[in-house]
């Protein structure tokens, strides 16, 4: 490298010079200043040269020292991930809760395995909480809602990994996830990013669902007896078949749902959005439907004997209110919001005078 060195600096301005005068004579001074400036210039390209490989040098140190880091960083979120799926079979509740936490935060940090934690979550709420309940010491799927106590403290890290689910969910991929029968008996949801979600078969007797984004979501032959659903987005949502019995879905949006079959006696629908939902043979006899946008909806063998509208109730175009048997009331007002959402996991459900009248059976799904 030397010897090639010398020879660039040393041999070769002279031979661009002699090449470059072609036989031309120049005095010896001129000779030497233009060896010189040839020199020059070649010093200042093998010192360019230099530089750009000194550059690439670093550059690809830096590539190699992050290849690293990343190689590192991915071996310690694989170890923490193996760590945390471990905890999830501990005995003991505490570790449980901090395995699920601890995953909570991989997805944070870890996009490549945030859908490997959100599908944890759903198989440990499906496995953990099935329905009709098999577990020893959970509540029996036939005893009164009364006597069974919140999601939060029969089954706190249930809770927890629902709650983490509907976090991780704005953000979700696949947008799909399966939790469907499920015990989410007086679960709390508020809040959270359920959209697209499979729940069909669940039961949500009395859960609070309040301020939910369930757009999209499979709620089929559902229990939802009790729930507190208000002002959340139910867009695009199938209830076909399911029980809303004494639901909650004041102020709620419910456009283009799909609640044909559904058995929504005493339901409260009262300032809800349910333009061009469909209720095909659903019952709503007893509802209360003050105030609700039912423009293009679609009624057809829906039953309301008793249901309860006023004058700001909007009809399809066309429908027959008194031939419906509908009963006209004063309208309530403006609809307070929910300041205390979670009250309903503890509210006591008043007994369904639905249970009285001739209808669909009463299901425990």
């Known amino acids: 490298m030397l010897v090639g060195l010398a020879f660039v600096l040393l041999v070769l301005p002279g031979l661009v010079v002699d090449h470059d005068l072609a036989g031309t004579q120049l005095a010896a001074a001129d000779r030497v200043n233009a060896v010189n400036n040839v020199r020059t210039t070649l010093l200042q390209a093998v010192g360019g040269a230099v530089v750009l490989f000194g550059a690439y040098a ?12 990343n190689a590192t960083r991915e071996g310690h979120i694989t170890d923490r991930f193996s ?39 759903a198989a440990y709420l499906r496995t953990h909480l099935p329905w009709p309940p098999r577990e020893l010491g959970a509540p029996a799927a036939d005893v009164s809602i009364n006597s069974v106590r919140p999601l939060e403290t029969r089954a706190a890290d249930a809770q927890t990994a629902l709650t ?133 909806a679609d009624l057809r063998e829906a039953k309301l004997e008793g249901a309860v509208a006023s004058d700001l109730t909007i009809w399809p175009v066309g429908f027959e209110v008194q031939t419906a048997g509908v009963v006209v009331a004063e309208d309530p007002g403006v609809e307070p919001d929910n300041l205390l959402p979670a009250a309903a996991l503890t509210r006591q459900a008043p007994p369904l005078r639905s249970d009285l009248m001739p209808g669909p059976a009463a299901s425990s799904n």
């Open 58 to 69: 670093t550059w690809r140190q830096l590539r190699v020292s992050q290849d690293g880091l």
């Open 83 to 121: 760590r945390a799926v471990d905890q999830l079979g501990s005995d003991r509740l505490d570790v449980r809760i901090g395995g699920i936490y601890a995953l909570r935060r991989i997805a944070d940090h870890s996009a490549y395995d945030h859908e490997a934690v959100v599908s944890i979550m």
């Open 164 to 296: 983490c689910l509907g976090v991780l969910g704005q953000e979700r991929r696949p947008e799909w996830l399966n939790v469907s029968f499920t015990d989410l008996r007086r679960a709390d949801c508020d809040g959270l990013w359920l959209n697209g979600v499979n729940l069909d078969g669940a039961c949500l007797e009395a859960a609070s669902v309040y301020q939910v984004n369930l757009s999209g979501a499979s709620l089929i032959a559902a229990n939802l007896r009790h729930a507190e659903l208000g002002t959340s987005i139910l867009r695009h949502i199938r209830c076909i078949g399911a029980d809303l019995r004494g639901a909650r879905l004041v102020k709620a949006d419910l456009r283009e749902a799909n609640f044909s079959g559904a058995d929504l006696r005493e339901a409260n629908l009262r300032k809800a959005r349910a333009d061009g939902a469909v209720f095909v043979g659903a019952d709503l006899r007893l509802a209360d439907l003050r105030g609700c946008d039912l423009s293009g």
